[in-house]
C-alpha cells in the first residue's frame, strides 16, 4: 500500500467506491486524438455507457484536505451508492486521528467499505487491497464468465491470453481499463488556501487528541514488537509518526519541561511542513499519471475548483451531479473533460550512469537519477578531485633556479619590499589552496 500517491474515493452507481488503489491496477494504455476525433470518441463514450447495464464506476481523486470524502458522501446519498476507502492508512484499526478517517456523523449513513479492519502491525499489499476491494464491486463472477466467453467465441482465443500478451507490450504503461466505463473527478484547490486549510486540521488533529493517540499506540506497540519500527512500512508512513518520534518516546517529565514544549512545538511545525509538502507532490503526480502521459489510457478527468468552500455545492457538489446525469442519459456534459498534455513518450530501455555505476529502467527513471542529490555530490566530488590533481601539477610543473641554472626550492627568493625572510617562510599558500587542502 506505500506504492499510493493519493487518496480516492471511487463511486459505482449501486455501489459507491473510496480508493487509489483499483485504479492503479487499470492499466491505462491509449492515444490522445484530435479535438474533432476527441469529441466523436467522447459521444460514442456517453451513448455507449447510457445503453450499458453496467453502472458507470465513479473515482474521486485529490490531494490531502480537498474534501474527497465529503462529496464521496454526496454522490452517494444521491445516486444510492457505497463508498470503497482506497487510503492506504485507513485500512488500519485505530488510529483514527492521525490517519484522518471520515466519522460516523460524516458518513450520513452511506455504507463504507475498506476503512479501520487491519491490525496496525499487519502487512497488507496493493494485491490485498485489490483482492478484497474488487468482490465489493462485483459480487458475483456472471458478468466476467459471459464477458470471457464472448471475447472466446468472437477470437477464438482465452481472455486470460490476451491480457497477458497485452501486459507484456503495454510496458509501463499497462494494458486496457479494468472497468470500461469510469468517471474521474479530481477536485483542484489553490495551494495556498490549501495550505492554510491543512495547518488548521493539524491543529485541530492536537485539539482531538493525537498526542494521546500515539502515545496510546507506541506503548501498545512496544508490548508486541519485535524489531525497531520502520517509518517506511505499513502504518509508520503515517505523517506525524516520524514528525512527533523523539517526543513520543521520551518520558512524561521530560515531555512537560521547557524543553520538552519546545520539542513540540518543533514536531507539530515539522508535521504542518511534510503535510503541504506530500500535498504538493500528490497534486504533481496526479497531473503527470493521468494527464501527462497520452500513451496512457485513462477514463473522462473532470476537474472540480474546491478553493472556495463557501461556494462548494455549486463550484463542486452540484457540478458533480450534473455531469453524472448527462452521461446516464447518454448527453455529453456541459463540463469538458481536462485536456492530456501532449508531450512526447519516455523512452524505454536500460540506462546506466556510469559515474555512480546506477543502472534505471526506463528515461523518467534515469533522468531523476540525474537530478538526485546523490548524482549531484558525485558530480561535484569528482570536480574537486580533478581540481585538486591540476593545482597539484601546476606546482610540481613551475621552474625553480638553482646550481644548475634552473630554480630551486631549497633557495630563497629575493625578499619583496617590506617582507622580512622569517614572514616570507611562514606565509600561508592562498586561500583556495587551503580549501583544497582542506578536503583532501
Not at 465489493?136 to 463472477?141: F, G, S, Y
Not at 487528541?209 to 525497531?228: C, M, P, Q, T, V
Amino acid at each position: 500500500m506505500s506504492t499510493y500517491s493519493t487518496s480516492w474515493q471511487l463511486i459505482n452507481i449501486g455501489k459507491m467506491v473510496s480508493w487509489p488503489a483499483v485504479i492503479s491496477h487499470l492499466h491505462m494504455r491509449a492515444t490522445v486524438l484530435g479535438s474533432l476525433i476527441r469529441r466523436s470518441v467522447f459521444n460514442s463514450f456517453f451513448k455507449t455507457m447510457s445503453s450499458s447495464c453496467s453502472p458507470p464506476l465513479i473515482v474521486v481523486l485529490g490531494s490531502t484536505g480537498v474534501g474527497k470524502s465529503q462529496l464521496a458522501v454526496e454522490i452517494a446519498k444521491k445516486f444510492n451508492g457505497e463508498v470503497i476507502s482506497a487510503d492506504s492508512m485507513q485500512v488500519y484499526k485505530g488510529l483514527d486521528i492521525i490517519t484522518n478517517k471520515i466519522s460516523p456523523e460524516e458518513m450520513c449513513g452511506v455504507p463504507h467499505h475498506m476503512l479501520g479492519f487491519l491490525d496496525p502491525l499487519k502487512e497488507f499489499t496493493v494485491v490485498d487491497f485489490r483482492n478484497r476491494s474488487l468482490p465489493i464491486i462485483h459480487p458475483n463472477d456472471r458478468r466476467k464468465i459471459e464477458r470471457s466467453l464472448q471475447v472466446f467465441n468472437d477470437t477464438k482465443i482465452p481472455q486470460s491470453h490476451i491480457f497477458c500478451d497485452q501486459r507484456q507490450r503495454g510496458g509501463v504503461l499497462g494494458g486496457p481499463l479494468r472497468f470500461k466505463y469510469a468517471i474521474i473527478f479530481w477536485i483542484q484547490c489553490q495551494q495556498e488556501v490549501l495550505e492554510a486549510r491543512l495547518d488548521a486540521r493539524v491543529n485541530q488533529m492536537i485539539e482531538q487528541g493525537l498526542i494521546d493517540e500515539l502515545l496510546n499506540f507506541h506503548a501498545d506497540y512496544n508490548s508486541r514488537r519485535k524489531e525497531s519500527c520502520d517509518y517506511t512500512q505499513g502504518i509508520f508512513q503515517s505523517i506525524g509518526f516520524k514528525e512527533f518520534h523523539s517526543y513520543i518516546t521520551s518520558s512524561a517529565e521530560d515531555r512537560n519541561s521547557k524543553e520538552g514544549k519546545k520539542a513540540f512545538e518543533h514536531s507539530l511545525w515539522l508535521m504542518k511542513q511534510v503535510t503541504k509538502r506530500y500535498s504538493r507532490y500528490q497534486k504533481k503526480w496526479i497531473n503527470k499519471r493521468f494527464l501527462g502521459e497520452p500513451d496512457r489510457e485513462v477514463p473522462p478527468i473532470y476537474g472540480l475548483d474546491g478553493t472556495d468552500l463557501k461556494a462548494w455545492n455549486y463550484n463542486v457538489r452540484d457540478t458533480a451531479i450534473e455531469i453524472i446525469e448527462n452521461i446516464l442519459a447518454g448527453k455529453q456534459p456541459n463540463t469538458q473533460p481536462l485536456q492530456k498534455t501532449d508531450i512526447v513518450r519516455s523512452r524505454e530501455g536500460i540506462f546506466t550512469c556510469e559515474m555512480c555505476s546506477v543502472t534505471s529502467v526506463g528515461e523518467i527513471n534515469h533522468n531523476a537519477h540525474m537530478k538526485s542529490k546523490k548524482h549531484y555530490f558525485r558530480l561535484r566530488r569528482m570536480k574537486k578531485t580533478a581540481e585538486e590533481k591540476n593545482q597539484e601539477k601546476t606546482l610540481a610543473d613551475e621552474p625553480h633556479e638553482g646550481k644548475f641554472g634552473a630554480k630551486d626550492a631549497s633557495v630563497e627568493e629575493p625578499h619583496t619590499k617590506g617582507v622580512s625572510a622569517e614572514q616570507t617562510h611562514t606565509e600561508k599558500p592562498p586561500n583556495k589552496l587551503r580549501k583544497v587542502e582542506g578536503m583532501a
